[in-house]
């Protein structure tokens, strides 16, 4: 009975994933864009949850930067992984006030067990320019 137990906790995440996978229109392992991301409640949740969470972050480290407001997720990719691996392009302010800056975040979320982890939170990097 264990042994059974043991192959069905092996067994359980991967079939989520496939699930996931094709919900999504992906395949596991690439990367799949997603559409209407303004209109896509999760997804505009998903980037709110980030920009707390780096805040909440921020304020463990009472550094003195200053903390972000959340405005909007304006573009995500999703990635099948043990989990659901979200890249979003996220529009924050500085708390009071100033012009809106891009940011760039990574979270994976595995709903199976109510969980999502921020990986990363960065400001964005201009696209290089090549000059030759």
Known sequence: MAKHTAVLMILLPLLVMAVFAAAIGGKVGGRTEVKNVKANKDVQDLGRYCVQEYNRQLQQKANGTK????????AAETQVVSGIKYYLKISAATRGGGAAKSFEAVIVVK?????????????????????N
């Open 67 to 74: 903390l972000l407001v959340f405005s909007q997720v304006v």
């Open 111 to 131: 709903p199976w067990i109510h969980s999502k982890e921020l990986v990363n939170f960065a400001p964005s990097t201009p696209p290089s320019r090549d000059t």
